[in-house]
């Protein structure tokens, strides 16, 4: 079946750095992604939607700024977290036809 | 506004036991609806689904849901839960409008003592 990945799974990083995180969809095209956002113990929350060769859409109160969305092929959309702060901490998980990644783990110090 | 709720935060059940959890939700136009179920330290995966037709669904491992469209509920069930389903159980809805986009209710812990 569908499967989408993920890289990094863990990723630890100082305070103002900027991550990277990929979202790839293995065995089929996806002109759109999404990226959401899980706090412990909490639901999701979809942050934006990436889509192949236009920019992405956010949703209410995520800064684009922050949240860089690149949607490079039809089969990978990066989410990279700029300047990165303790609170940005959390497990980012990205979905495409309703099939999810396994979730990047983002541990800012 | 536009949401899903799942009233049920924590569940706690012996097994054997049988199952329901609440979904609601608020959209409306035609929505597609989704149970999803995060086992501990996975990810996500998709449990059952609702597009149309019969509004009873059956997905894997003995659950079913069933669409009531008067009461805007899509609950999950279960008529004998094992200690293996101890996981997060998470309703999703995806609006029509937008193809692919998931709108999550809270989800709903489950825990199974043998």
């Known amino acids: 079946g569908a499967v989408v990945s993920q890289h990094p799974s863990r990723v630890i990083c100082k305070s103002g750095t900027s991550v990277k995180i990929e979202c790839r969809s293995l065995d089929f095209q996806a002109t759109t992604m999404f990226w959401y956002r899980q706090f412990p113990k909490q639901s999701l929350m979809l942050m934006a939607t990436?889509?192949?060769?236009?920019?992405?859409?956010?949703e209410q109160g995520v800064e684009k700024d922050k949240f860089l969305i690149n949607h490079a092929s039809l089969t990978l959309s990066t989410l990279t977290v700029t300047s990165a702060h303790p609170e940005d901490s959390s497990f980012y998980i990205c979905s495409a036809r309703k099939y999810f990644g396994p979730g990047t783990r983002l541990l800012v110090l | 506004a536009q949401s899903v709720s799942q009233h049920n935060h924590h569940v706690i059940l012996s097994e054997a036991a049988s199952l329901e959890l609440g979904c609601n939700y608020s959209y409306g136009g035609t929505v597609n609806l989704f149970w999803y179920v995060q086992y501990p330290g996975q990810h996500l995966q998709l449990l059952l689904k609702?597009?149309?037709?019969?509004?009873l669904v059956k997905g894997i491992k003995g659950f079913e849901a069933e669409f009531i469209k008067s009461k805007f509920s899509f609950n999950l069930r279960k008529p004998s839960v094992q200690w293996s389903d101890t996981a997060e159980y998470f309703c999703?809805?995806?609006?029509?409008?937008?193809?692919?986009?998931?709108?999550f209710g809270t989800g709903t812990r489950l825990q199974v003592f043998p």
């Open positions: 609702y597009f149309s037709g019969d509004p």
């Open positions: 990436s889509n192949e060769g236009s920019k992405a859409t956010y």
């Open positions: 999703a809805v995806n609006p029509l409008y937008n193809t692919d986009k998931l709108i």
